[in-house]
């Protein structure tokens, strides 16, 4: 296997001064916030709700499946039949960031959109959280809810997690769509968010929803997201214990270990096509990283989004378009 090496940031991010300290970022992000503080109460689903995306029937599940500690209970939203496509968002996120894509693939896919484990509306149990831990669990769940093998579609945390599920799983993963997570190049400057993640203040940014969906979206995105799909965002964050769910998240593994991982081991068990989606204009994913990563990873293709890290709601019809272009594959 080649060496482990730690790439350097392109040069256009330090020339654009994308490197800002968390001082600066909170400051920018804090006007930014206000218009959702008011509006951040969270609102829960029972199971059975049925929610319409733009014309599409949805219905909010809750489903118990094996935990690491007993059952664990899965938030998800379902919608159509045909061939499975399971969405798992990244941080901050919920089902909701995926709600363009539900809208269109349930028109011939069963699609379910599933709130990671402790944050949206799934069950804030303590326990394992990290990604191997996590994967096992979801497996559990695909079981109960009889799916066999699927399409894995995944977004920031949540494709840390596939990455172990498909691994240990291949023959569960039909296909495969990766988005803003790191994969074979790496920089230790992209991990400076680790140290102040485990401090009093990024315990606290991860509790308050509206300045940490603001921050994110605000510095991270090319275009605008909608005030509308912000507010949604805010108020599925604003579920009691999301907060501290998410620190046993980023505190069970590290982006270090986690692009380590990946490098040793988990993408040589890969067998499936896969599919790698970035904004990319997103300077926390420089679109320099993957360039090439078809080289290394034979049934791989990458797909450049004119978008950031919200690349589904920032770009909603070529997220879409790309999606069913690999799902007809």
Not at 111 to 135: E, F, H, N, S, W
Not at 142 to 148: G, H, P
Not at 149 to 176: I, K, T
Not at 221 to 240: A, F, G, N, T
Request: with cysteine; charged share 20%; aromatic share 8%.
């Amino acid at each position: 296997m080649e060496s482990l090496r730690y790439r350097d940031l392109p040069v256009r991010l330090h020339a654009n001064g994308r490197r800002r300290g968390v001082s600066a970022h909170l400051a920018a992000a804090i006007p930014r916030a206000l218009p959702f503080l008011a509006r951040a109460r969270p609102r829960p689903n029972r199971d059975g709700d049925v929610e319409m995306l733009s014309g599409t029937r949805t219905v909010h599940r809750f489903v118990d499946a094996a935990g690491d500690s007993g059952t664990l209970r899965w938030h998800l939203v379902e919608a159509g039949e045909g061939e499975p496509v399971v969405f798992l968002h990244g941080v901050p996120g919920s089902w909701y960031v995926w709600h363009h894509q539900i809208a269109d693939l349930a028109r011939d896919h069963r699609v379910l959109a599933v709130d990671l484990k402790g944050l949206g509306q799934t069950q804030k149990t303590p326990g394992d959280y990290r990604p191997a831990g996590i994967a096992e669990q979801l497996v559990a769940l695909f079981d109960v809810l009889q799916l066999e093998r699927v399409n894995l579609v995944a977004h920031g945390r949540g494709a840390v997690v596939a990455d172990h599920l498909g691994a240990a799983h291949p023959f569960r993963v039909r296909r495969y769509v990766r988005g803003q997570q790191h994969l074979y190049h790496f920089s230790e400057a992209l991990a400076s968010s680790e140290s102040w993640l485990a401090t009093p203040l990024g315990s606290w940014l991860l509790r308050t929803p509206a300045l940490l969906v603001s921050g994110v979206y605000g510095e991270r995105c090319r275009y605008p997201v909608s005030p509308i799909d912000l507010q949604r965002i805010v108020r599925e964050w604003s579920h009691p214990g999301v907060g501290a769910a998410a620190s046993r998240h980023f505190n069970s593994s590290s982006l270090r270990q986690e692009w380590t991982d990946r490098r040793s081991g988990l993408m040589a068990h890969w067998r499936f096509p896969v599919l790698v989606v970035q904004g990319e204009h997103d300077p926390g994913q420089p679109r320099e990283f993957y360039e090439g990563i078809e080289g290394t990873m034979p049934d791989a293709h990458v797909e450049l989004l004119d978008a950031g890290f919200a690349f589904s709601l920032e770009n909603p019809a070529q997220t879409t378009r790309v999606l069913r272009d690999f799902l007809a594959t």
